[in-house]
């Protein structure tokens, strides 16, 4: 079993910036991908990014450009970051952890875009 807990988010300005972090704890051998989902209210769960554990990374469509995801893998951690937010940027966030013993999802963290 993994478990993630996720932090940061809250109620952020437009064109302001964001900083989520996503720590994974249990155990957690061999390759691995972590990452950053996102679903607004009425609408589907969306990838915003993912990172693999050899550094490769994939970006939902139109986040590439927008956000930036990091990893530090010794301490199992996976940050989420952008300095232009938008109102549209409004959701619940969610860190996700895949290997080959299954997929986990954190709780997650609220983001709301609103001056």
């Known amino acids: 079993q993994v478990q993630l807990v996720e932090s940061g988010g809250g109620l952020l300005q437009p064109g302001g910036p964001l900083r989520l972090s996503c720590t994974a704890a249990?155990?957690?051998?061999?390759?691995?991908?972590m990452g950053w989902y996102r679903q607004a209210p009425g609408k589907q769960r969306e990838l915003v990014a993912a990172?693999?554990?050899?550094?490769?990374?994939r970006y939902g469509e139109s986040m590439e450009g927008r956000f930036a995801i990091s990893a530090d893998n010794a301490k199992k951690m996976v940050y989420l970051r952008t300095n232009s937010l938008k109102p549209e940027d409004t959701a619940k966030y969610y860190c996700?952890?895949?290997?080959?013993?299954?997929?986990?999802w954190g709780q997650g963290t609220q983001v709301t875009v609103s001056s």
């Open positions: 996700a952890f895949s290997d080959v013993f299954g997929d986990y």
């Open positions: 249990g155990t957690i051998v061999g390759t691995f991908a």
């Open positions: 990172i693999t554990s050899g550094g490769e990374t």
